[in-house]
């Protein structure tokens, strides 16, 4: 309800309130956040990039991408973004699968086909040093790295209140007590509370199993990369 110049919840609604900022963690780690869906969202960026790439040197398509023209260009209207729903954008990543760039066709076969990218945990702050190691080495066989070996992390910060003196703002939930008085959400509840101000940070290192398991070629070098990532 109106009060002053925001908007308060009754006391007696907290719960529905707690159960609103919960679920929306919930959502986050469990499905957005998912190391499935974060795999496939990697390979998805990296069609994007492949193609752009591409276009920008000159590239023939087979079936030349009409309707990302505008975003490669960095002319992206509106009209343009409306269009690019999932049917137009899986048409061209299943035409795609029959392209003859190596790298193209295989990341659109991949995404087609849900034959997603694996992953291990990985810390940045550690693990830099290993990361490119497994740089020289992907190139060392015949792997782009660029497409190839990707750190993806995903963050979320469920709920806080402002705190003067921070650059962001942050709009608190307030909570009108039976008495009249107004009170910050998470000084009344103890489950939101607990997640508080609390970022959770997640690090992980996408790469293809299947490329780095196959000894026809490079054996040498793909062996490293199974021993650096644990798999051996």
């Keep these: 309800r109106p009060r002053e110049d925001q908007i308060v919840i ?19 780690w469990q499905v957005y956040f998912h190391p499935v869906t974060r795999s496939a969202e990697v390979i998805l960026t990296k069609i994007l990039h492949r193609a752009k790439q591409l276009h920008d040197e000159g590239y023939v398509f087979t079936h030349a991408p009409v309707h990302f023209y505008s975003i490669f260009e960095g002319k992206l209207t509106l009209e343009d973004y409306v269009k ?25 076969r991949r995404f087609i086909n849900r034959q997603l990218f694996q ?15 497994l740089t020289s080495l992907f190139k060392e ?66 790469y293809p199993k299947d490329l780095i398991c196959d000894g026809s070629e490079h054996p040498e070098a793909k062996m490293k990369i199974r021993q650096l990532l644990g798999l051996t």
């Design 141 to 206: 066989a015949g792997i782009d790295p660029s497409y190839y070996l990707v750190v993806d992390s995903s963050s979320d910060l469920p709920y806080d209140f402002y705190r003067p003196g921070e650059e962001e703002e942050r709009l608190p939930i307030h909570l009108l007590t039976q008495n009249g008085q107004i009170k910050e959400l998470s000084r009344q509840s103890a489950i939101v509370e607990s997640i508080s101000g609390k970022r959770r940070t997640d690090h992980k290192l996408y």
């Design 10 to 28: 009754k006391e007696s609604g907290m719960h529905a309130v707690e159960d609103y900022i919960m679920s929306r963690y919930q959502m986050y």
């Design 119 to 133: 992953y291990v945990e990985f810390n940045p702050n550690e693990e830099m040093s290993a990361y490119f190691e």
């Design 84 to 108: 690019l729903d999932e049917s137009i954008i899986l048409y061209y990543f299943q035409a795609w699968e029959d392209e003859e760039d190596a790298i193209l066709s295989d990341l659109c």
